[in-house]
């Protein structure tokens, strides 16, 4: 008899698809005997399973808040804790973040100098100014205040290039901030997952099924703490007792520190002698403006001529020669020594001439010390965009400097041969280096006959070098005279020679871009003239077309020279002739 609570047909059919699943399950065992030896089978069986299995979107919102609450702690407390040593002129400073929106250069006994901070929200810095470092001193003692102008010029590569220092800065402290912000995510991540396995499971269960009932309540405990160590770290950071707000000091109208409020014994000082910098920077500025004006002017003037005298030449059917299409243009600079004022120059001269690539021959900083890799900041920050600067180093260069040379793009040369913009350069740095004081030594056990040798075997096993790019002259010589490059080009003289022709090739020494002489500084107005060379390759062979001098009078009156003939090498000496054979 049927019982009226139960529907006979849903039996049946429940019965029936239990019936066929049971059946597919005794097939699927059937089979696992022969999937278990297929292991791309059983890979596919444990995807399936994964794909279909649910989502924990609880678990992943927790896991996924956890990280991001982790991430946060972190990256605000290495970005409130950072800290860099780098340069303020001539001194090593100190920087550290700070929140008061103000970047204080605290100077001692002497007081400090206050002014608005450009980081966003409430960034900060202090700058505590440390000594003048040994290595950028004379070895006599300073005993008079006539002898303490000789750190006015490093004052005024400051003001004339803020930006290098800045950017050397910002670097800095986002390194370390990045590198304490790790530290701090990689601890925090192991107390989380230390605590977590201590309470186990079932604990984890009870107490996740208590924090429900109250989230807002854990919510600003857990918060509490956080800020707290937060403020407490960055408090560490600010100056106590913010100086008020006065009058800012009108010795730095005009300058990069305009606004400037100065505490203690400071402003009577900058009141005193502060004037001499900041007039010192103004006949700086205004002397380079105008030198850079002169080159765009000049350059200006020899373009519509050289325009004239090529109309000329094609209407007499002569070849009016290569085309800027044709040809590679680089410009040559040498010996800048830190006179970060001739960046813009060599702006302009590089932005008239269309050049791709500037040729430094090395001697960019005076001592090749991490205080003056500033000075590499701003002639990098001087170079158009596009342009690639190739650099061998010179004996007033270093390793540190090469370092920030290659973080900011630069091509540094150590022995190999690159191509830039078709054109394939060799080159290395000096082997010697400089320090004020102790004079020049050999770095390794390499000597320059060693140097140029070791060059001379690579371009001679290249075989398509199309320049050789040294600081002294004499580490292309062995290649030069093997007749393994076509040109050398050097620096270190202080003084144009060439181009000179020899049997295997053509030497040209570039004469300092800072317009160096003995015994003077390199910064501020020009105390010697200084010269660029811009060269131009031929795109088909890589060959030097023609060359041309950009020279800048201490006057600051600019001469831009026509372009001229690149001269071949020399023919080989004949044979001398057999006194025996017949004539």
């Known amino acids: 008899m049927r019982d009226p609570g139960v529907d006979m047909t849903t039996t049946t059919r429940g019965a029936a698809s239990s019936s066929h699943d049971d059946a597919r399950s005794a097939t699927l065992r059937a089979g696992d005997g022969a999937r278990a030896d297929r292991p791309a089978a059983r890979l596919w069986d444990r995807a399936v399973s994964a794909a279909w299995r649910p989502v924990p979107w609880r678990r992943l919102r927790r896991r996924t808040a956890a990280v991001l609450a982790i991430l946060l702690v972190s990256v605000s407390f290495g970005l409130m804790t950072a800290s860099a040593d780098a340069n303020l002129g001539p001194h090593a400073a100190r920087y550290e973040v700070t929140l008061d929106h103000l970047v204080t250069v605290d100077l001692g006994p002497l007081g400090t100098l206050v002014l608005d901070s450009p980081a966003p929200l409430t960034l900060g810095a202090r700058v505590t100014v440390q000594e003048i470092p040994r290595e950028m001193t004379e070895v006599r003692t300073v005993s008079t205040i006539d002898e303490l102008a000789q750190d006015l010029d490093r004052y005024v590569q400051l003001f004339s290039a803020p930006e290098g220092t800045l950017q050397t800065v910002v670097r800095a402290l986002l390194t370390d901030a990045v590198q304490r912000a790790l530290g701090a995510a990689l601890v925090l991540g192991a107390v989380v997952v230390a605590v977590r396995a201590a309470l186990g499971p079932a604990r984890r269960t009870e107490l996740a099924a208590a924090a429900r009932d109250r989230a807002p309540l854990l919510v600003a405990a857990a918060a509490l703490p956080i800020v707290l160590t937060l403020s407490t770290t960055a408090a560490g950071t600010v100056l106590p007792g913010r100086p008020s707000p006065g009058p800012p000091s009108a010795v730095f109208d005009g300058t990069a520190l305009e606004g400037?409020?100065?505490?203690?014994?400071?402003?009577?000082?900058?009141?005193?002698?502060?004037?001499?910098?900041?007039?010192?920077?103004?006949?700086?500025?205004?002397?380079?403006?105008?030198?850079?004006?002169?080159?765009?002017?000049?350059?200006?003037?020899?373009?519509?001529?050289?325009?004239?005298?090529?109309?000329?030449?094609?209407?007499?059917?002569?070849?009016?020669?290569?085309?800027?299409?044709?040809?590679?243009?680089?410009?040559?600079?040498?010996?800048?020594?830190?006179?970060?004022?001739?960046?813009?120059?060599?702006?302009?001269?590089?932005?008239?001439?269309?050049?791709?690539?500037?040729?430094?021959?090395?001697?960019?900083?005076?001592?090749?010390?991490?205080?003056?890799?500033?000075?590499?900041?701003?002639?990098?920050?001087?170079?158009?965009?596009?342009?690639?600067?190739?650099?061998?180093?010179?004996?007033?260069?270093?390793?540190?400097?090469?370092?920030?040379?290659?973080?900011?793009?630069?091509?540094?040369?150590?022995?190999?041969?690159?191509?830039?913009?078709?054109?394939?350069?060799?080159?290395?740095?000096?082997?010697?280096?400089?320090?004020?004081?102790?004079?020049?030594?050999?770095?390794?056990?390499?000597?320059?006959?060693?140097?140029?040798?070791?060059?001379?075997?690579?371009?001679?096993?290249?075989?398509?070098?199309?320049?050789?790019?040294?600081?002294?002259?004499?580490?292309?010589?062995?290649?030069?005279?093997?007749?393994?490059?076509?040109?050398?080009?050097?620096?270190?003289?202080?003084?144009?020679?060439?181009?000179?022709?020899?049997?295997?090739?053509?030497?040209?020494?570039?004469?300092?871009?800072?317009?160096?002489?003995?015994?003077?500084?390199?910064?501020?107005?020009?105390?010697?003239?200084?010269?660029?060379?811009?060269?131009?390759?031929?795109?088909?062979?890589?060959?030097?077309?023609?060359?041309?001098?950009?020279?800048?009078?201490?006057?600051?009156?600019?001469?831009?020279?026509?372009?001229?003939?690149?001269?071949?090498?020399?023919?080989?000496?004949?044979?001398?002739?057999?006194?025996?054979?017949?004539?």
């Open 260 to 583: 400037a409020v100065i505490t203690g014994r400071l402003a009577g000082v900058l009141d005193t002698y502060g004037s001499q910098v900041v007039a010192a920077y103004r006949q700086n500025e205004d002397f380079y403006d105008r030198a850079a004006a002169g080159v765009r002017e000049d350059w200006e003037r020899q373009r519509a001529l050289e325009s004239s005298v090529r109309a000329a030449r094609e209407g007499a059917g002569i070849d009016p020669g290569p085309t800027a299409e044709d040809t590679v243009a680089a410009v040559v600079v040498a010996d800048l020594h830190c006179n970060v004022g001739m960046a813009r120059v060599i702006r302009a001269a590089v932005e008239e001439a269309g050049a791709e690539i500037v040729l430094n021959a090395g001697d960019t900083t005076m001592n090749g010390t991490a205080v003056e890799t500033y000075c590499i900041t701003a002639f990098a920050q001087g170079t158009p965009p596009g342009v690639t600067t190739v650099v061998a180093g010179g004996n007033h260069d270093s390793e540190v400097v090469a370092a920030h040379a290659r973080s900011l793009g630069w091509t540094v040369l150590e022995g190999q041969v690159v191509d830039v913009a078709g054109v394939r350069v060799l080159g290395d740095a000096d082997v010697r280096t400089t320090r004020v004081g102790e004079g020049t030594r050999q770095v390794g056990s390499e000597s320059i006959g060693d140097a140029a040798a070791r060059l001379a075997d690579v371009a001679c096993a290249d075989t398509e070098v199309d320049l050789l790019l040294v600081h002294d002259p004499r580490m292309g010589q062995v290649a030069l005279q093997r007749g393994c490059v076509p040109a050398v080009v050097a620096g270190h003289y202080h003084r144009r020679v060439g181009p000179e022709r020899e049997v295997g090739g053509v030497r040209y020494v570039n004469s300092s871009t800072a317009g160096a002489v003995s015994g003077r500084p390199t910064v501020g107005p020009l105390n010697g003239v200084a010269e660029m060379t811009v060269l131009r390759f031929s795109r088909e062979t890589g060959e030097i077309v023609d060359h041309r001098v950009v020279r800048v009078q201490p006057d600051g009156s600019v001469t831009v020279g026509f372009a001229l003939r690149w001269p071949g090498p020399l023919p080989p000496a004949p044979e001398p002739l057999d006194p025996r054979a017949p004539r």
